[in-house]
């Protein structure tokens, strides 16, 4: 295979690489910002030169093996951490550059936000050091068998025992075992546990957390009362290094100082304390979207130098990014990746600002933050589970290869649509909040215009003195309408005032589907907001060419954002009438085209921006090189399958059929 | 766990099991035939009650396992089929119920049919009975590591030699090499190969097909020349079972008589004799839908025994099923399910007229044919596709465990976008028959209408006198325009000739996904057409109560069509104009409602009509008695990380870390 090595695929990622105008270095750190930027370059040279995080024969574990990889990573990173003084902030990192699941990751995101957000100074004082030097290894225990995103039917209990000052922690049923537990099947020793506190008058105060030991410091077993296990595979070989688990608690006495205590209590006797705000309980939301960077990254360099079909004049076929129903796939994913990660920065600077304002008893923002997060959590992951597999199947029939990379991203992704709030649960919650909203700004004057929160503002166009601007501008072929992104924020604002108003007139009967759509109309015209804010900024942000080309891939979101929530559009008469003047979309769709054909020769520039190195990829068909099927074929040379040429279930299995299938037809002859 | 048997789950079921009109049984002979139907019966009892095909270890085997697994259940139904003397159809029909793909069927499905079909008569008396009776293993090699789809540009040569009377096949660059052939990498003895024909005169007679042994029947060691391997895992697990190989031919010589020339062959000389019809060379595409029917049944039973939110009179939370968001997501999958399985039996019907008529070397039906399979096969695989993941997320966390058993499903069944023609591939082929249907029928007055093929029927609307029927039709709440299934046929249709002549007028530039949706319109009008067949048929076919609950099933599917295809019908106002009066959709949304309420009893039985068995789901969340729960419980406990309580990597890496932790928590102190 060595003439591989000079072969067409190289080439052509040559040539892509010398076409974009834009410096992908600057847009890295466009997009990390410098800190993180250089702290991942540091990290990543670490790991990726490290035997114990080798990816090469991954493919072929089991889960058993791929479990124990995992608990060896995880004490490397510790071992790192420490070698290497790294920072909280720098062994999170080295976390997050992994591309799997792993059970210490519940100990990060849940175990150890919630008992520091939540627990009493004196269970601090206790344990504050032991969690965060993993000491003690912690899980987060809420769903149980029967219950998950509705956290108020949980029904483990927590019965509070005042002669000795204790809580009986209980399964009382077989449906109440928690359940998908991730950490809890063989990992953590102690777990912080959702429970319905009961209280000596038998009054229910409902879920409440508690901190609890589950296995023995010492030699690792599970302590008495307590059974726990793993809940098996999960689908399509997803989250393999996580042992995620189910727990059944037989009337376990915690001492009383172990329930996490700072917003909500019981006094020795046994009397409740109300917590100051019923939600204040509710902790963040973070859908990881670097897959969905991963994958647009492989699928464009793959699109980049897989050739198909009609050929040019060099005698080579057409490149297959070049073809419409190709670009037309993937320069979107790349918009939406570089929108969802603005999205995320400007999430968490709201989430401090929220954390601040809490510190002080102040819960206004609260409500506002709750509609916001469980739309963008479903909108984000609704829209990377679809990119991932709209990536994969991009790359045709080898995108089914495990070595593609992209299928074992969506087997880890896919459960983000259900997990930590089902999509469409949330969806009713964001409906609820938005008519609410809508009542508030219907009952109001335009004066009182200025009243609306940030994510209410596209309200505004229902006191609009014009509100049928959009209806009467016509639809021309022309693509001149759609080239100023404010117009297009207008519209998808508009759309998502139009849905609210008439999700309000049918309040008594929605038709199955409305909470979906009306949900996704008013998050998009809050992701559309503060698009357009960052194209505003881009000049003083990152300037020159990367402005020019970043204003073009910003706009192409706001598009087709127009363009999957057409159906609105056209309901509701924003893009004027149908008819005989031909379908009034099709500027649009040109619009987007024209934009595509501008932004295609930056692709691979645009890609590139996301940093990502072969190590951290780990996919054939993404090398930076281009050297695709030359990585094809050495992956598949460590197939355990390849290293015998006759099969197992050769002498057993096939060599009799063959002969028995010999008799047969010999017998008929 | 024992007073789970007596618990909510069953009691669920059984009630949910008085409540439909229909006989379940009734449906399942309507279904499939009363023949398949017993014949299905038969086998089932057989290979359920055989270890060889038990299922509860399999989600823990590793790869190799699996293909070892595979071989021995290929091998058992060899024997069973001499044992029982099962017809050829039967045997089919016992690997058709096995749940998951095999390598002999790509000798049963590729391999043996196209033997059948193109080679001569001399090689079918020298190997028929041989392949007949599995005394050779087959596969089929086209696909090559750079060329799928577009088989015109295959690389591999086979070069005709006089002297000799031999064609010498040879793999002239990296990228020709045979990749994903199934049952090639360990598994198949011989091989047809798709190699470019060189002749003598040096011409280029494009792609035919060969007939070559690839392993010793001996031995089964390869034979010199030939390299062949393993092309590694499948995305997400799926296929593991199935040896997708590659291989590479070094100048390999086989007999003139081997080259598949029931068509086109090549004189002893070296002259090419020519194919009478170009695109004769064309299989049968066979789409699996099963695994759309097992999944709906597995969601549909889940979502009647799982309950979840607010709590009803009895004290009770709600059934999901209940849940206006999850009937509308499941419904429509079970009516799309039902207009699968008619549509299936109407094409194998065309399909047996198509080789009557070319076995007298009319090739008249074919162009028709190519269209028709090829729209089909987008839109049921595209749809089967998205309904797995649908009903897959329909169940909330559980879903994503391995053993709700969907997952499986989706990840053996995803790779039917990408292979077997590419699905945007595959849009662009039907996007052209319709431009030429659409000219022809342009160019012809309205006395010669009848001219239009069945897949151009839609055209007829470009000719009616009246056509704006549908634009004028208002739409008022009123749903009572949806129950006439005609008319929303009627709407399909006139959607599919809007947008065909708009890709017409637009021709020389059309945008950028135009050709997905021309195509889907074309495609649902097809089928549209035919389920109005299928309506009106009811009373004679299956009568009674399943007649008067069928229509309603075939009546959703066509409503939904149209929803899905709304942007479309709402660009050419074939709903009437929007605006002001609200929106033009709500009437068909609401009428979908209803019709899903009308519906929810009866989901059950209509799913108990496919007839599956426990054995054949393997589904926790599926079984038939509703006993979802304590069948998570049993198969979580065959999980290889719950046979010892402290996993194999606790001495190595746990616990060096917890006291790694201790040792830095004291040092803080």
Not at 300 to 307: L, P
Not at 359 to 375: I, N
Not at 389 to 398: F, L, P
Not at 520 to 527: C, I, K, Q
Request: with cysteine; hydrophobic share 40%; charged share 20%.
């Amino acid at each position: 295979m060595a003439n591989l090595s000079q072969n067409q695929n190289v080439v052509d990622m040559k040539r892509a690489r010398q076409l974009p105008t834009v410096d992908s270095k600057k847009l890295s750190i466009f997009l990390w910002g410098e800190t993180e930027w250089e702290a991942r370059q540091r990290i990543l040279s670490i790991l990726s030169n490290d035997p114990i995080f080798d990816k090469s024969r991954r493919p072929f574990l089991t889960r058993t093996q791929l479990y124990t990889r995992g608990l060896a990573m995880m004490s490397r990173i510790h071992e790192l951490t420490e070698q290497h003084q790294w920072s909280a902030s720098d062994a999170a990192l080295a976390f997050k550059v992994l591309d799997e699941p792993l059970p210490i990751q519940l100990h990060m995101a849940a175990f150890e936000p919630v008992l520091k957000s939540q627990g009493s100074p004196e269970l601090h004082a206790k344990y504050a050091a032991l969690v965060a030097h993993r000491a003690i290894l912690g899980c987060y225990l809420q769903t149980e068998l029967a219950h998950g995103t509705n956290v108020a039917a949980l029904e483990t209990t927590a019965t509070y025992l005042p002669a000795t000052r204790e809580f009986e922690l209980h399964t009382p049923t077989p449906t109440a075992a928690k359940w998908w537990i991730g950490a809890l099947g063989r990992t953590a020793t102690h777990g912080v546990v959702q429970a319905r506190l009961v209280l000596p008058s038998s009054r229910d105060a409902g879920p409440h957390l508690f901190f609890v030991q589950l296995r023995s410091l010492e030699d690792h077993r599970t302590l008495p009362g307590i059974t726990v296990g793993d809940i098996g595979p999960k689908a399509m070989g997803g989250y393999a290094a996580v042992d995620n688990g189910f727990a059944r608690f037989e009337r376990v006495r915690i001492p009383k100082e172990q329930m996490l205590s700072a917003f909500a209590g019981v006094t020795d006797e046994g009397e409740y304390v109300r917590p100051p705000h019923a939600k204040l309980s509710y902790g963040g939301v973070e859908v990881r979207l670097s897959l969905a960077l991963e994958s647009a990254t492989i699928a464009i360099r793959y699109a980049t130098v897989r050739r198909q079909g009609t050929k040019g004049e060099d005698g080579l076929e057409q490149q297959v990014i070049t073809y419409p129903s190709v670009y037309h796939r993937l320069l979107p994913i790349l918009a939406r990746a570089y929108v969802f990660i603005l999205l995320g920065r400007n999430l968490s600077t709201a989430f401090t600002a929220l954390l601040a304002r809490l510190s002080t008893g102040d819960t206004s923002l609260l409500p506002a933050m709750h509609a916001t997060t469980a739309g963008l959590k479903v909108l984000a992951s609704t829209a990377a589970i679809a990119d991932l597999e709209t990536a994969r199947r991009s790359m045709g029939g080898h995108g089914f290869s495990a070595f593609a990379g992209v299928g074992r991203l969506y087997a880890d992704y896919v459960a983000a649509a259900t997990y930590e709030g089902d999509n469409f649960v949330l969806d009713a919650q964001v409906v609820r909040a938005a008519l609410k909203a809508f009542a508030r700004a219907a009952s109001s004057t335009p004066a009182q215009g200025a009243e609306l929160a940030p994510n209410e503002a596209y309200l505004r166009w229902l006191t609009d003195p014009n509100p049928d601007a959009g209806v009467n501008a016509g639809h021309s072929v022309s693509t001149a309408r759609w080239g100023n992104p404010r117009r297009v924020v207008e519209m998808l604002e508009r759309r998502a005032a139009c849905m609210v108003r008439e999700r309000a007139a049918h309040a008594a009967d929605p038709d199955a589907s409305m909470d979906q759509r009306v949900a996704r109309a008013v998050t998009d015209a809050f992701v559309a907001a503060q698009v357009d804010e960052v194209i505003d900024g881009l000049e003083g942000s990152v300037g020159g060419k990367e402005a020019v080309v970043l204003r073009k891939l910003y706009t192409l979101h706001l598009l087709t954002a127009v363009e999957s929530g057409l159906t609105d559009v056209l309901s509701f008469g924003l893009l004027g009438e149908a008819g005989a003047a031909g379908d009034p979309s099709r500027g649009l769709r040109v619009a987007i085209k024209r934009l595509c054909e501008e932004l295609l020769p930056e692709a691979i520039g645009l890609s590139d921006g996301f940093g990502f190195s072969d190590w951290e990829l780990d996919s054939a068909l993404g090398v930076y090189d281009g050297n695709a099927y030359e990585t094809l074929y050495k992956m598949a040379e460590l197939e355990p399958l390849n290293q015998s040429e006759i099969p197992d279930g050769y002498e057993r299995y096939i060599k009799p059929m063959l002969e028995r299938g010999q008799r047969l037809a010999s017998a008929k002859l």
